[in-house]
Structure formats: structure tokens, C-alpha cells
């Protein structure tokens, strides 16, 4: 089917005088991961709350399998999942008797004991939501959101505080979702997690879209060059060294300054510039330490397009 899962079209939402979304265009196919990424404040959650039905937008365009999420809430909410950050989840409920609550209201849901022990969750299922660990009371938020086999679902920051083990188990259950044909909108702010999982990437700050496209788009397949010195180095003389070309950036932590060094065409990181640059350090009597070829993450995407000030 060619119809977008999800379609937002100049999306606007205002809160008093502040806009929190300015005139925001994305979609999201079925069959697809689509990770919407953007630091606090950036506009993720009045997005994914209109999407979802909870707020209404103040201009623009929302089809969530091409019906309008707050008047068409009724026939959609069947054919919706989604997993809040917080929960959801009464907190005396016991964990495996919820699930099969959740199960009734579908027509044909996964079977609650196999997607408990999917997710590590059968040991508690006689647990009390108040006593489940962070990372249990996540998993079981997810499971009540997949439980009713979806044809789209929401998912807000997935695997927050979950261990190695139960974050490999979500990222399998998501890319079993994904082979099963439905649409998956994932806000996280694990950068890693995103360039493993998603199809598809929409950057957002202030409000709007600032770059989208697939991981391997978005990082370009460019490699750098890091090393951290103790001391300032002078890029500038160490930028007019490089062969072909190329850019310094220096981020410093305390006593700390880790360089990345980039040439400006991407096959041009070979022997000859690593050379130049070690050698470079040489001359300059600098020593660099950890020095190594990086590949160009989603994570340098989402500083460079973002940038690296904290938020509030």
C-alpha cells in the first residue's frame, strides 16, 4: 500500500505565545522504522502528541493511516499502538494480569504469555506494577502497546534505563515489528539506537524539520580522524597542512581537547592523510593521544545540525 502509515503536513501548535511547532512536514512508510530525533524542547512531544490523538494542532495537516487522529479516534484506536515514557500502567495492577486485560479489548492480540517471555517478563508477572524495576515496568509499557498487533505504533524513548540484555531484546521485538509490516515512530535520545533501528530519520529543533533521510544519507559514509591532546593545538595551521583540503573542529571537557579532523572529500581519508596528520602533530610537538579513524555516527549529525549548548 502506497498511503503514508503517518503523514504530517505544516504542522503548528502554539501554547499561548510561544510556537512550539512551526510549520513541521514528515512521513512515515509501513514497514519502517521512523526515528523522530531532537533535543528538549526541540517540538518531539506536541508532534507525537497530536499524532496520537492527545492534542489537537493549531494549523496543518495529521493522517495516521489516512484518517485524522482526533476525529477519526474511534476507529483508529484499535489499529494504534502506543508506549508512553511513563507508564500507564495502575500501579497495583500485577504485570501478566494487565497484559491479558490489554489483550481483551483486541479482536486478535499476540498471546500475552509469549510476549511476556519475549521480554523477560514471565518471573514477575505476579508482581505489582509499584514493585516491578524501572526497566520491567518499560517492557511491560511496551508489551500492552504491541499487544493488539498495531498496524502503527508510537514508541517514546523505548529502552530508558534498561539493561544491555533487555534493550536487545526491544531492539529485536521492534525489528520484528518492522518485518511484520508496521510502522514504527520511535522518539529516543540514544543516538545509537536510532542509526541501528531506523528506516528513516527526521531530525527536529525549534519546531522544525532541520535534515531527514536514512542513516547512511545522513552520515554521508564519511570517516575522520580523532585524537585528544592535553593542550590547545593550532588548528588553523594543522587545517592548511591537510591534503585535498579538509576541516578541524575541537571540543574541550575540563583539561581535555578532543580534535576531529574531516577532508573535504570523503575518499580522500587514505594513508597520505592520516600521514599528514600524524605528522603534522610531530612537527608541532604535539602529542596526540587515542588517535584513530572514526566513521561519521548519526550522533556528530544530530550535534553539527543541532548543536552542542545544553537544553533546558
Not at 533535543?39 to 489537537?56: L, Q, W
Request: glycine share 10%.
Amino acid at each position: 500500500m502506497d498511503t503514508p502509515a503517518l503523514e504530517v503536513v505544516d504542522l503548528v501548535k502554539r501554547y499561548g505565545a510561544t510556537t512550539a511547532v512551526t510549520g513541521l512536514s514528515f512521513t512515515a512508510r509501513r514497514g519502517a522504522v521512523t526515528a523522530l530525533l531532537g533535543p528538549n524542547g526541540a517540538g518531539k512531544t506536541s508532534t507525537i502528541e497530536i499524532c496520537e490523538g492527545f492534542r489537537r494542532a493549531d494549523d496543518g495537516r495529521v493522517r495516521v493511516l489516512g484518517m485524522d487522529p482526533v476525529t477519526d479516534a474511534t476507529a483508529l484506536k484499535p489499529r494504534v499502538g502506543v508506549m508512553p515514557q511513563s507508564g500507564g500502567v495502575p500501579t497495583g495492577a500485577r504485570a501478566a494480569e494487565w497484559l491479558r486485560l490489554m489483550a481483551s479489548f483486541h479482536a486478535s492480540p499476540i498471546e500475552p504469555d509469549l510476549l511476556l517471555d519475549r521480554l523477560g517478563l514471565t518471573s514477575a508477572g505476579r508482581t505489582p506494577f509499584r514493585r516491578l524495576s524501572g526497566g520491567q515496568q518499560q517492557r511491560l509499557s511496551l508489551a500492552c502497546a504491541v499487544i493488539g498487533r498495531p498496524e502503527i505504533v508510537f514508541l517514546d524513548e523505548p529502552t530508558a534505563g534498561l539493561d544491555p540484555q533487555a534493550r536487545m531484546a526491544t531492539w529485536d521485538l521492534v525489528s520484528a515489528l518492522r518485518t511484520a509490516g508496521v510502522a514504527v515512530i520511535l522518539t529516543t535520545h540514544h543516538m545509537e539506537e536510532a542509526e541501528r533501528l531506523a528506516d528513516h530519520v527526521v531530525i527536529i529543533d525549534h519546531g522544525a524539520v532541520v535534515v531527514d533521510g536514512t542513516p547512511e544519507e545522513l552520515t554521508g559514509g564519511r570517516r575522520d580522524v580523532r585524537f585528544s591532546t592535553g593542550a590547545p593545538i593550532d588548528s588553523e595551521a594543522l587545517r592548511a597542512a591537510l591534503p585535498e583540503g579538509g576541516s578541524v573542529s575541537t571540543v574541550t571537557t575540563g583539561d581535555r581537547h578532543e580534535h576531529t579532523v574531516t577532508p573535504d572529500d570523503p575518499d580522500a581519508l587514505g594513508p597520505e592523510f592520516l600521514a599528514t596528520v600524524t605528522a603534522w602533530c610531530a612537527s608541532a610537538g604535539v602529542l596526540a593521544e587515542d588517535l584513530r579513524v572514526r566513521r561519521r555516527t548519526l550522533e556528530d549529525v544530530f550535534l553539527e545540525t543541532t548543536g552542542r549548548e545544553l537544553r533546558d
